[in-house]
């Protein structure tokens, strides 16, 4: 059965910081690319980050550069999302998402484009 497990949501304040997980089973994730999506209340859902599982390149969506960072642990299946500096403008529920390599990662991240498993989500909570 295929499944993407997120973990590690949470209340932080701002400025604090968080750790998301992403363990994928049931497949391998050779040849796809993973990642981070977030949707924040009465907004449409928007790729945050995600890598090429095979070649390690990444996107970033430009209001997390420098305050979040994806780093995947083959051996495991999983990939990790490292926040910081958080704001309340990141309060979000995020999901990890993967699907097989269709076209670049910026591409399938920034447009939502391709991915095919999904996980539950979890939510994340920015404020004082």
């Known amino acids: 059965q295929v499944q993407l497990v997120e973990s590690g949501g949470g209340l932080a304040q701002p400025g604090g910081s968080l750790r998301l997980s992403c363990a994928a089973s049931?497949?391998?994730?050779?040849?796809?690319?993973i990642g981070w999506f977030r949707q924040a209340p009465g907004k449409e859902r928007e790729g945050v980050v995600c890598i090429n599982r095979d070649d390690g390149t990444t996107y970033y969506r430009d209001s997390v550069k420098a305050r979040f960072s994806i780093s995947k642990d083959n051996a495991k299946n999983t990939v990790y999302l490292q926040m910081n500096n958080l704001t309340p403008e990141d309060t979000a529920i995020y999901y990890c998402?993967?699907?097989?390599?269709?076209?670049?990662?910026?591409?399938?991240?920034?447009?939502?484009?391709?991915?095919?498993?999904w996980g539950k989500g979890t939510l994340v909570t920015v404020s004082s």
């Open positions: 998402a993967a699907g097989r390599i269709r076209a670049s990662v910026h591409y399938m991240c920034h447009y939502d484009y391709g991915m095919e498993y």
């Open positions: 049931g497949f391998s994730l050779d040849n796809y690319v």
